[in-house]
């Protein structure tokens, strides 16, 4: 029985968590990465565009909220989200005409690119905050929990319970959807082929034909429904605070490096690596090894590997010896 | 004379625009806005050794600040001795052991060759080092802070006067940057961007949580000047005087002596406070114009060709048997030392150390605003940068509303969207950033004043 409850425990407060955690991660890091790919630049306003999303979607549910529609158990916000993701593009789309665009003609070197996106970066947190303001906001309704710990108590009888939240469920659903709809994309359709042929070559793509505005407009509406849904499935799950999304660029960051930048796979399972080092490291785990261990061999300290202040550290830190060890990041993606 | 036309007219301009700030605001907020000014220039001159002279992009600016402001706290505050004995100890002794754990990293690199089996051991040695350290200090740490927690329950500083914190400020940033440069000057550029910006997280991280030595978020207060103290020039007879002097032809139109007495008595109370920013405003300068003769010395020497050849070409320099990745360690330890000192600076003015306040937009990103703006590889321009985009960046919430009430004059005060635009003046400071460096990236992308090179 102590077994069981030591599993339900790590489930509980490491699984779980770590796993809506980087799903929200990997979707922005796939952001990050496609970018990358194909626009060839490391995208310093991928935290503020996130929050462009998630306000425009936030907004929509307040419409609806105040027209009387909702969607029962379910959050309104998921009804928002198309309406979100079309502004979203809108305005990535409006950027690109009148920023990036420019540069791209002109072969700037990446690092024009990024001071680029850096402008860009400070433009959209004025919007953002002039149009919602910079306090936290909480966008969730419908019902809270699908298990609440109590009743998984009842019903199983263990000490240990067991809260699933439906953000949670939604999150981790959401980003499968959205993630195995975008492989198939990539990989089984001419557009998607095309893009990635694209990312490795350049010039044999244009040479054979592949058109580049149809490539960037693509990857522009992909990013778009990408950093929507990202930002939106944070902001149900945690809380919309444009600070906060601005700060959640780092870990994207460092979770689309360790996955190998330029891949979006590696992306995607470089979310969920940031996301349990970081809860894995700082998680106190008294209580599993009081569980696990006889009476006699328990221990008097936390058994906490870094205090949680330290969470960030943690991912950067990876990324640091990442970037120093392997360059090209776990999974293969372009050599540095 | 002739070609430098465009530096005195850029600084004058900037001057007119400060001293308007002191005729139409107040004189206090000028002097406020010039020494913050002083302190941003520092700080892109930092940046601009970096980037304009060899190309190196470091979005890590925030930690070096960061570390120079701890130098003052260290310098400055008095050693708490109860702390010390407390946990002085311990802390020592996990010194001791961090020295030692280097040495033997430093003895098994040299002694092995490389393989898969020393990774591992360097690796098994870092983790099982920082175990043991953490089992080692912690009763230590948890002591210091156990000792009056509300005042200090921090180790302390040396009680030396702040002035020298800004020498060690660059002695802490130039460490700081040489292992930094150790580790990620190898890497692409926007590589090397990513990882300076989540390094100097790290480093805030840090000073952040490790309350025994910063205090952390509790902040520490109350600092040392190097200026004299409002309250005491106040009751001061010469500065009285001083005051009276100046302003003899306002007070001689008050006829009664006691309304004279109670404008007098204000005019001090201003006065002290602007005295005081004229002493730092004096001390600032003094350090802008040093740094600014010894980059420009730089600059224009062989040492500064070279590192222009290299920025510019980097594999033709090596062929030429210049040393790059020595030299971009050098430049790279350089430019952080003097962020360091900003750093430093920036806390002996505040009084006070609030590690909560190192954002990396106010820090890194503003910086580097400054630096694109004014002209990177011009120190002229570096420093102009500094002043107009901080002058904005105070005077931008001022200008806004004045916009917003001028286009909106017709709409009555009560409108949702006139309030919400006035509630949300704050941060059209951010739209102005974001579209001068968007502008002056698109039209002029060297910067106002642009890199000059002068072959002799």
Redesign the interface.
Known sequence: MDFVNAIILLLNYIFIPALTYGSQLALGAIFVTLIYGILR??NFATGDMMSFGTMATILFTWYFQSLGVSLGVLPTALLAIPFGIIFMILYMLLIDKF?FK?YRYQKS????F???S??????????V??II??SDRRFFDGEKFIIKAREFKEMTGLNEGLALKSTQVITIFVTIVLVSLLFWFLNRTKTGKSMKAYSDNEDLALLSGIDPKKIVLVTWVIAGILATIGGALYGLDKSFKPFTY?NNM?PI??AA?VGGIGNPFGAFLGGYVIAFSEILLTYAYKKFFMYVLPESMEPNSLVQLL?T??K??VS??I??IV???R?SGIFKGKV? | MRKNLNVIAAYTIMMVLILMVGIFQSWNIALSIFNLCLISAVMTMGANIQWGYAGL?NFGIMGYTALGGLAAVLISVDPVQEAWRAGGFDILMSLWLIVVMVLVIRFVLKRFDKSKIR?YSIAAIIISGILLIRFSAEPGIEAIEAVDPAKTGFLGGFGLPIIFSWIVGALFAGGLAFIVGK??LG?????L???T???S??VI??I??EDWLTRGVKNVIGLKRPAPYEVDLQTTDWFISLVEKFNSGKLSIIENLADRQAALNQLVIEGSSVFVKLCYSGLFLVVVIILLILTQKALYSPWGRMMRAIRDNEEAANAMGKNVVKQHLLIFILGSAIVGIAGAMLVTQDGLFTPGSYRP?RYT?LI??MV?VGGSGNNFGAILGGFVVWFLWIEAAPISLFLINFFTAGIPETNALKAH?I??VP?????L???G??FI??YR?KGILPEKIEIK
């Open positions: 630049f490391a920023v420019y070197p990446p690092v024009q990024a001071m680029v850096i402008g860009v970066m400070f433009v959209t947190q004025a919007v905050r002039i303001g910079p601005f780092l960051f460092a490096i205090s202040d330290y960030f550290a950067f830190s990324l640091v970037l120093i060890y360059p540095l | 992009i990774t580790v990620a890497l692409r550029a926007d590589y961007a990513i990882a910006l989540l390094i997280e790290i991280a840090i952040k949580h937009m990103f580097w605003v694109i635009l509630e949300s941060y059209f400071r951010f739209l950033m974001g579209l460096l968007l990236m698109r992308p």
